[in-house]
């Protein structure tokens, strides 16, 4: 059984996202008209279990109300116990009432982590100003109480961000931490690759941060096999099979490729020995997902 570490749903009756609201408005991962609907677990187990996956985790994806949407996401995992799904919601860890925010997440059978974005893209970096949360005092503390909790932290953000991001996560050595879209190299010239390889290697080196190859569509929305192969073997160089996991960021990342197409360009590229850890082990061990329950039908 594959494991997918990084996806999204929303049902926008339930839940309100301003982003998929917003009409006309193309972003850096493309125009997300056509993402701009339901997106269900029903509909993502029918691509996901066809390429042989069994379970997920889903990523909290800018909701208006965080809670709102993690209540629906644990809603989600309730309804369908024969698909094992766990969910990083949202948090700000520079909140003055993150205690009591975090004992509510807790309250969610479901929750392993929360991420807050440091970084998306460099336009709309400049716009949102999250890049300040580093030079926040309280974002270390957060962090650091996530660890004390036994709660990781998803870490989104740009290559320019590494070094410093990586003198931060090491004053909370306690903290798991998954690094989303394999840091997001955004410059897919071989000097902006190189670039982007060499902060790598500062988050990499602590044993505590771990790696998602996902959303390698957003910033090339032509991607194939061949030209993302440089960043997923580097990825995997630098933290090895057993701390590098996969992610399809669906349904952003339907926008450039099929799930068909984004698993079997990663499987064709990661060694066919190391394929347990990269699409099994690792999340599973990383998020702790547990078997599948059987479901329940009402007579």
């Not at 990342?253 to 082990?281: C, G």
Request: glycine letters at 6%; a negative charge.
């Amino acid at each position: 059984m594959k494991i997918d570490a990084h996806h999204h749903l929303w049902d926008l009756s339930a839940v309100t996202y301003p982003w998929l609201a917003e009409k006309g408005v193309v972003r850096f991962f493309g125009d997300p008209a056509s993402i701009q609907r339901d997106y269900l677990l029903p509909e993502f187990r029918a691509d996901t279990e066809a390429q042989g996956f069994g379970a997920s985790v889903h990523i909290q994806v800018g909701a208006a109300d965080p809670w709102a949407e993690a209540r629906w996401v644990q809603s989600v995992a309730d309804q369908f116990p024969d698909w094992p799904l766990v969910q990083v919601a949202f948090c700000d860890l520079t909140a003055d009432d993150l205690s009591e925010q975090l004992d509510r997440l807790q309250t969610l059978p479901s929750l392993r982590g929360v991420r807050q974005i440091i970084g998306r893209a460099p336009g709309e970096d400049a716009v949102t100003g999250t890049n300040a949360l580093l030079e926040d005092p309280k974002f270390l503390s957060g962090l650091q109480h996530l660890g004390a909790r036994g709660l990781s932290f998803d870490l989104q953000l740009l290559p320019e961000l590494m070094q410093q991001t990586a003198a931060v996560l090491a004053q909370s050595p306690e903290t798991q931490v998954a690094l989303c879209h394999a840091g997001s190299p955004h410059d897919r010239t071989d000097e902006g690759l190189c670039q982007w390889s060499d902060a790598l290697m500062s988050l990499s080196c602590l044993p505590q941060v771990y790696c998602k190859l996902s959303g390698l569509g957003m910033f090339d929305h032509s991607w194939s096999a061949n030209s993302v192969s440089p960043i997923i073997k580097t990825c995997l160089s630098h933290f090895g099979f057993d701390r590098c996991m996969f992610g399809s960021n669906f349904p952003v990342d339907s926008l450039s490729a099929t799930y068909q197409d984004t698993v079997s360009r990663h499987e064709a590229i990661v060694p066919v020995a190391s394929h347990n850890d990269v699409f099994h082990n690792t999340a599973k061990r990383f998020y702790r997902i547990e078997a599948a329950r059987k479901r329940i039908e009402c007579p």
